[in-house]
Structures are given as structure tokens and as C-alpha cells.
């Protein structure tokens, strides 16, 4: 294994010990190889079946959605700020839904900690800890799954509830919460996340679309977007190992009620 081998993997290692990290070290850059392209992320999600399962379908709710809140330079200072107030109204709901995480919105607003709320569970045979409240919809989404994706993958790892946040520019991440899921970190890649990810052969390789960069079929994407999980694939990070329910958690299963986001009056 060659020095510069050597030096990915425990870089990536660390990566993967740590999760998503921005605004991470450029430590060691002169070696680096070229910052990735963006892959294309095709809109091909078939239309939504007949819904057998327990639990609505449902869209992410719009101001918890992270591309809608996050601030960029080049946004005029009156839409930076309207970016700001929606991040607050994530964080606060956060907050309200499933525990307050230290640092991040008001502790009178939840007497409970995300870690109070969380569950060890289970998710395609394998242990993961999550917040309680979107645990019927994750067993959906595994029904779903079994009912019409196959048996060609089958995860290794997980990770779920973290107690320290990996964001380093004033996010938060859905994981403090345990409301974010990954799969197979090792597979899945996040090329935008850090520039030691990007390295990944399959960041390097250009593609024609993102779905070459992960081993997960797009099939497990398809159905978890129906469950009110938003998949991280569509964001700037392309973080395609990353699942995070931003539903409303009152509404997951059918006996509860169409979603009031969802409602078509
Ligand atoms: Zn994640």
C-alpha cells in the first residue's frame, strides 16, 4: 500500500468514525486529488404504488428541509434572512418533537433529551438507536422495502442517535436528534462532505449519475421518500448514505390522519 493509500484510509476512517463534518481541515491538500463534480441526481421516482403499509405516505415538511434554510454568500441579505428565520423554526421544532440538544434553540421549549426519546431498534436485522416517535415509519419503509426492492442488498451497518453534533458551521445534525439514519457509510459515499471523502475512487470517477456512487439500490431511496424521510443524496453534500424524517410524527401511521401538509382541501 502506497503512502498516499495510507493516507486515505485513515483519513476516511476517520471520516466514518466521525460522520458528516464540514468545514473540516485542508490539511494535506497539496496531495489532494481534484475536488469531485457534482453527479446529476435523475428525477425518476416511479409513481407512488398502492399503499398497503400502516402508515401515510408523506413529503418532508418544507422549512425542515436543509437546502431550504442554508445561507449562501451570493443570496441578497433580505433572503438570508427569511433562510435564517426558517432555521430557527427547524431548530425550534426539532426541539419541541424530539428533545432539546444543548446549544441549539431553548431547553424550556422540551424538558427531554433526544437521548431521553431514544429507542435501540431494529432495521433490516440490524441494531440502530433512534428517537421512538419515527419508528413506525422506518418499519414501513423496511416492509416496503422487502415487499418490492429484493433481497439484493443487504446493509452492514448503521448509524443513528449521536450525542455530539459533527456539523462545524451552526447546524445541527437530524442524527443529535435520532431522527437521521445512515446505511452503510463504507458504501455509501458523501463526496461534498469533506474533501477526504472526495478522494473515494467513486467520488473521483465521473458519472453520469449519483446513483453510481453508492451501492444501495434506488429503489430503497424511492421508498423512503414516501414515508416522509428526505434522502441527503438531493443535497449539496450528497450524502447518500443519510435518511432523515422530516414528516410530521403525529401523522405516521394511517389511524392518525393525512399529515395537515399533506392535506388537499
Ligand atoms: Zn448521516
Redesign the pocket.
Known amino acids: 500500500m502506497s503512502r498516499r493509500n495510507l493516507l486515505f484510509l485513515t483519513m476516511l476512517s476517520a471520516v466514518l468514525a466521525g460522520?458528516?463534518i464540514i468545514g473540516a481541515s485542508t490539511h494535506g491538500a497539496a496531495q489532494r486529488r481534484a475536488t469531485p463534480t457534482r453527479a446529476p441526481i435523475p428525477n425518476d421516482a416511479p409513481p407512488r404504488p398502492e399503499n398497503a403499509t400502516a402508515c401515510n405516505y408523506q413529503d418532508p415538511i418544507d422549512y425542515l428541509v436543509r437546502e431550504n434554510f442554508v445561507v449562501k454568500w451570493r443570496q441578497s441579505p433580505e433572503e438570508q434572512a427569511e433562510r435564517r428565520a426558517r432555521h430557527e423554526k427547524a431548530i425550534r421544532w426539532r426541539t419541541e418533537q424530539f428533545g432539546y440538544f444543548e446549544g441549539f434553540g431553548q431547553a424550556s421549549w422540551n424538558a427531554s433529551t433526544p437521548s431521553d426519546n431514544a429507542t435501540r431498534a431494529e432495521f433490516m436485522g440490524l441494531p440502530v438507536r433512534l428517537n421512538s416517535k419515527i419508528l413506525p415509519a422506518l418499519a414501513c419503509v423496511e416492509e416496503q422495502i422487502r415487499a418490492e426492492c429484493g433481497e439484493r442488498y443487504r446493509p452492514g451497518r448503521l448509524s443513528g442517535l449521536r450525542t455530539r453534533n459533527t456539523y462545524h458551521n451552526g447546524e445541527v445534525s437530524n442524527?443529535v436528534y435520532g431522527i437521521?439514519i445512515?446505511i452503510d457509510p463504507n458504501l455509501n459515499t458523501c463526496c461534498m462532505c469533506v474533501a477526504q471523502w472526495g478522494d473515494h475512487p467513486l467520488c473521483q470517477r465521473e458519472v453520469e449519475s449519483i446513483y453510481e456512487r453508492m451501492a444501495m439500490p434506488s429503489c430503497w431511496v424511492h421508498v423512503f421518500e414516501r414515508f416522509g424521510f428526505y434522502w441527503l443524496g438531493r443535497d449539496a453534500l450528497q450524502?447518500t448514505?443519510?435518511f432523515e424524517f422530516l414528516g410530521d410524527p403525529s401523522h405516521i401511521l394511517k389511524t392518525q390522519g393525512v399529515p395537515p401538509h399533506m392535506r388537499r382541501e
Open positions: 460522520g458528516t442524527h437521521a445512515d450524502d448514505m443519510h
